[in-house]
């Protein structure tokens, strides 16, 4: 059975950091595109960064130099650090495991809030 779990989020002022955190389990991990996404209401969810089985790294313009997509395959888990945050950064992340394109699997989500 394929489990893919976040972790990390929370409440956090303008400026400020969080680590996100995604264990998989029940796949070949260190076969598996790696992803965060976000979804804000009412529109479509977007990629935020991935990262490859060779660990090569794609974000969104809007993230670029604020935030950090790293895998550990020993311990099936992907981050993201997130530096900077900005109060449009707030919404829920999906981690995402991507196989090639043939399948992939998603996790619950994880809420983020920027607030002061």
């Known amino acids: 059975q394929v489990q893919v779990a976040e972790s990390g989020g929370g409440l956090v002022q303008p400026g400020g950091s969080l680590r996100l955190s995604c264990a998989a389990s029940?796949?070949?991990?260190?076969?598996?595109?790696m992803g965060w996404y976000r979804q804000a209401p009412g529109k479509q969810r977007e990629l935020v960064a991935s990262?490859?089985?060779?660990?090569?790294?794609k974000y969104a313009d809007s993230v670029k130099g604020r935030f950090t997509i790293s895998r550990d395959n020993a311990k099936n888990t992907v981050y993201l650090q997130m530096n900077s945050l900005k109060p449009e950064d707030t919404t829920v992340y999906f981690c995402?495991?991507?196989?090639?394109?043939?399948?992939?699997?998603w996790g619950q989500g994880t809420q983020v809030t920027v607030s002061s």
């Open positions: 995402n495991a991507d196989y090639t394109h043939t399948r992939d699997y």
């Open positions: 029940g796949i070949s991990f260190s076969l598996y595109t």
């Open positions: 990262i490859t089985n060779i660990r090569r790294t």
